[in-house]
């Protein structure tokens, strides 16, 4: 089946500091993967559609610059967080659909702790 | 319309019981109706999915009731186990190109020993 991989799981670093997390889509192909950020006891918020080869689109009250997104081949979509604030701590979460496949597999998740 | 509503918000169920989860959705270009489990610490898994030209689907203990002509949908966990405890998250999308994922607000299920 459609496996996505992301790292780090966890990761805590500096405020001020910038973090990078990737996201690979490991036996299939994908155009097209998705950001998410979650709270605490809350559903996934939509952050980005990051498309390969071009840019992404951010949703309304994401802040672009901060949250940068690049997919650079079909397999890998990275989120690097610039100058991180505690603020920006929470789960992060990506996912990915193969192509001609309807299904949507999500990554583990990266815990960002800003301290 | 975008939106799909989900309840309840919270739910406890003794073991052996059934939990039931309900959604609702407003648009009806949504053509794939997912649900996700999702344990503390992990991202969310595909449980059980449906289309909307079937009233059912069942995989396991888990089933899927969808009434297309009220916009609702609903998840069915029988003979429910202390490992179902998890938050559990209906979605829906437009299965024709890349479109995003709309999630329900999530229900924290726990199952009673």
């Known amino acids: 089946g459609a496996v996505v991989s992301q790292h780090p799981s966890r990761v805590i670093c500096k405020s001020g500091t910038s973090v990078k997390i990737e996201c690979r889509s490991l036996?299939?192909?994908?155009?097209?993967m998705f950001w998410y950020r979650q709270f605490p006891k809350q559903s996934l918020m939509l952050m980005a559609t990051?498309?390969?080869?071009?840019?992404?689109?951010?949703e309304q009250g994401v802040e672009k610059d901060k949250f940068l997104i690049n997919h650079a081949s079909l397999t890998l979509s990275t989120l690097t967080v610039t100058s991180a604030h505690p603020e920006d701590s929470s789960f992060y979460i990506c996912?990915?659909?193969?192509?001609?496949?309807?299904?949507?597999?999500f990554g583990s998740g990266t815990r960002l702790t800003v301290v | 319309q975008q939106q799909v509503k989900q309840s309840p918000q919270s739910l406890i169920v003794q073991k052996g019981g059934i939990s039931i989860i309900n959604c609702a959705y407003e648009?009806?270009?949504?053509?794939?109706f997912p649900w996700y489990q999702q344990f503390p610490g992990k991202g969310p898994a595909l449980l059980i999915a449906i289309r909307p030209d079937v009233s059912e689907k069942k995989e396991g203990r888990f089933t899927i009731s969808f009434n297309k002509s009220a916009k609702q949908f609903s998840l069915h966990i029988m003979d429910s186990q202390p490992g179902d405890s998890a938050t559990y998250f209906c979605?829906?999308?437009?299965?024709?190109?890349?479109?995003?994922?709309?999630f329900g607000q999530g229900t924290r299920l726990t199952i009673n020993p």
């Open positions: 979605a829906a999308y437009v299965g024709r190109g890349a479109q995003k994922l709309v």
């Open positions: 648009n009806t270009a949504f053509d794939y």
């Open positions: 996912s990915a659909r193969a192509q001609f496949n309807y299904g949507y597999t």
């Open positions: 036996d299939f192909q994908a155009t097209t």
């Open positions: 990051s498309n390969e080869g071009s840019k992404a689109t951010y």
